[in-house]
């Protein structure tokens, strides 16, 4: 049997853990919880939001990683001519690399915006917010990755598609911060403003320049 040139071996591997570890986590951090309970828990009846979170973010890093690594134009030249032992980055590293990147500085920076407005308790209630929107959004780029990789469909047609869904998604976000029934941000409109611009849109626009600029 003759075997496609361009193997997408590792995409599915990368799809049945990602699946793995959402049934994992929902097994065994959230007390054997189905989907539907995990997304309308009350944060009271919440455990491990902490590490939820963690994990899910991680997950959406490689998830994005994969999903991006179809249309990135190219690895930039200052970081393909850097390798390891030899090893030098993919789209996919690359991708992954400035992804984590990403979350982690944000995350730094969401936490330190936090302190110095005095609402340390704000930082824990955005783990219950986030862990959920980002179960869900792990779930759809699941959905584009198996299109992507896996479906003769047209490129420009589905980049257009996801190219619509980001803004969409961020819109989303940002509203169920706003309108959380758990205070997620300050109630001074001074601050939600400050962390939309600072936190959320600027560093969004400098990943996006990185990636595919």
Same mark, same amino acid.
């Given at each position: 049997?003759?075997?496609?040139?361009?193997?997408?071996?590792?995409?599915?591997?990368?799809?049945?853990?990602?699946?793995?570890?959402?049934?994992?986590?929902?097994?065994?951090?959230?007390?054997?919880?189905?989907?539907?309970?995990?997304?309308?828990?009350?944060?009271?009846?919440?455990?491990?939001?902490?590490?939820?979170?963690?994990?899910?973010?991680?997950?959406?890093?490689?998830?994005?990683?994969?999903?991006?690594?179809? #249309?990135?134009?190219?690895?930039? *030249?200052?970081?393909?001519?850097?390798? %390891?032992?030899? =090893?030098?980055?993919?789209? +996919?590293? /690359?991708?992954?690399?400035?992804?984590?990147?990403?979350?982690?500085?944000?995350?730094?920076?969401?936490?330190?915006?936090?302190?110095?407005?005095?609402?340390?308790?704000?930082?824990?209630?955005?783990?219950?917010?986030?862990?959920?929107?980002?179960?869900?959004?792990?779930?759809?780029?699941?959905?584009?990755?198996?299109?992507? #990789?896996?479906?003769?469909?047209? *490129?420009?047609?589905?980049?257009?598609? %996801?190219?619509? =869904?980001?803004?969409?998604? +961020?819109? /989303?976000?940002?509203?169920?911060?706003?309108?959380?029934?758990?205070?997620?941000?300050?109630?001074?409109?001074?601050?939600?403003?400050?962390?939309?611009?600072?936190?959320?849109?600027?560093?969004?626009?400098?990943?996006?320049?990185?990636?595919?600029?």
């Amino acid at each position: 049997m003759v075997r496609i040139p361009e193997q997408n071996d590792w995409v599915v591997y990368i799809l049945f853990g990602s699946i793995s570890v959402v049934v994992l986590t929902l097994l065994y951090l959230h007390r054997e919880a189905s989907l539907k309970d995990f997304l309308l828990q009350e944060r009271s009846n919440v455990g491990n939001k902490f590490p939820t979170w963690i994990i899910f973010s991680v997950l959406n890093v490689v998830l994005i990683a994969t999903l991006a690594a179809q #249309y990135i134009p190219s690895v930039p *030249r200052a970081i393909n001519n850097f390798s %390891i032992l030899g =090893f030098s980055l993919n789209k +996919f590293g /690359f991708a992954c690399g400035a992804m984590a990147l990403y979350y982690v500085l944000r995350s730094v920076f969401t936490y330190l915006f936090f302190a110095s407005v005095g609402q340390d308790g704000a930082w824990y209630n955005m783990f219950f917010t986030a862990m959920r929107y980002y179960l869900v959004l792990c779930i759809i780029w699941m959905v584009f990755i198996f299109v992507s #990789y896996f479906f003769p469909i047209n *490129r420009v047609l589905l980049i257009n598609v %996801i190219t619509l =869904f980001i803004p969409v998604a +961020f819109v /989303f976000k940002n509203a169920l911060y706003l309108f959380s029934r758990v205070p997620v941000l300050p109630s001074e409109c001074y601050y939600k403003f400050l962390y939309i611009c600072t936190l959320q849109i600027a560093p969004l626009l400098a990943l996006c320049r990185l990636l595919f600029f």
